[in-house]
């Protein structure tokens, strides 16, 4: 029940995750191709834009579980929160950002190996 309430929020709240800019990241990587410097300064304000928009984003996943999944969670809801807002706050935008650029530069590779170890820490954390 709490996974199911927890998944529908924080699913329903993804749309506002990366403020619609990675479709900005490729676009712009193809239209400067030709000078590096040019994306990656772009890039990095892309970041820094993620980065600060994380604790709102946060905040609101926070807020939401707060007044709909807390009656569900009889003990430890703030470690429960925890556990769902820190990876938010500390790994989205860099996710967002590396696999934008791995698909950009043409590389599965790399985007292989990290859907494979995502999927098994996520079983493995499932099962536990």
Known sequence: MVFGVTLAYTTALSALKDLGLQLNLVNYFFKAKGDPK?????????????????????????????FFVQKYVDTHFYFFVLLITLPILL???????????????QKPQYLFVVAIVTGLIGIFANYY
């Open 91 to 105: 790994f989205d935008a860099v996710n967002t950002l590396g696999m934008r650029y791995y698909q950009s530069k």
């Open 38 to 66: 040019k994306w990656k300064l772009f890039w990095q304000k892309i970041f820094g834009i993620l980065i600060v928009w994380s604790l709102p984003y946060a905040l609101l996943i926070f807020t939401l579980l707060y």
